[in-house]
């Protein structure tokens, strides 16, 4: 059984570029969220997608936005990136309480 | 949704047993206790949840006493590969969201 996967493992993107990020959860599992972690930081919830539909969402710009799609599999966009998006991006999938995380995506941006 | 405070590090030795203790004055009636382990650029694993007194599973036990405004991760003989962060969280099943907190970074030496 494959846990949550995401693609791609690592980008570099240039600022004011944008960039989508893909996960896949965990078999079973119905909801996805995402969080972001700098450097030397806990991961910091962007939002989270239930049934296609944002279902909550965290203290991140109109930048960030996302997608579920009907096999769960989710999407994360970032529009005219900033140098301080350069972070770890996580996906996460879980079916009730617990929460199963993903390898990451780290994004570079320059 | 709780606030959680942890030390900022801890060392041990192998073989010993490991208590890391985390504050969550403000949990909330319906909050889960979830803690995570994290390694140098990979997702958070998932080590153990709990809700009241004490869970065990194959690689720790978690003890929340009746208050429920601290628990405490126990984790058995570590060994060098257990040196990493060590998040505490709590878990909304109103709000559907984790707040991470900065960790704990946990040294095991030789």
């Known amino acids: 059984d494959a846990g949550v996967t995401q693609s791609p493992t690592h980008l570099i993107k240039t600022r004011g570029q944008q960039v989508t990020l893909r996960c896949s959860p965990k078999?079973?599992?119905?909801?996805v969220s995402w969080y972001q972690q700098a450097l030397g930081q806990g991961p910091q919830f962007i939002f989270q997608y239930y049934e296609e539909e944002e279902r909550q969402r965290g203290n991140f710009p109109d930048r960030f936005s996302g997608h579920q799609f009907p096999n769960y599999s989710s999407e994360l966009n970032v529009n005219a990136l900033l140098l301080g998006d350069s972070a770890l991006y996580l996906c996460?999938?879980?079916?009730?309480?617990?929460?199963?995380f993903g390898p990451g995506t780290r994004l570079t941006v320059t | 949704l709780a606030k959680t405070t942890q030390p900022i590090s801890m060392d041990s030795y192998e073989g010993q047993e490991v208590n890391i203790t985390c504050s969550h004055n403000?949990?909330?009636?319906?909050?889960?206790i979830t803690w995570y382990q994290q390694f140098p650029s990979q997702g958070p694993r998932f080590i153990i949840q709990g809700y009241k007194t004490k869970v065990t599973n194959e690689v720790a036990s978690l003890f929340i006493p009746a208050d429920r405004k601290s628990s405490t991760l126990s984790l058995p003989r570590v060994s060098l590969s257990d040196t990493a962060v060590y998040y505490c969280l709590g878990f909304s099943s109103g709000t559907y969201k984790y707040i991470f907190g900065t960790g704990t970074r946990l040294k095991v030496l030789a």
């Open positions: 996460a999938s879980s079916l009730g309480n617990e929460q199963y």
């Open positions: 078999s079973g599992h119905d909801t």
């Open positions: 403000n949990i909330a009636t319906n909050d889960y």
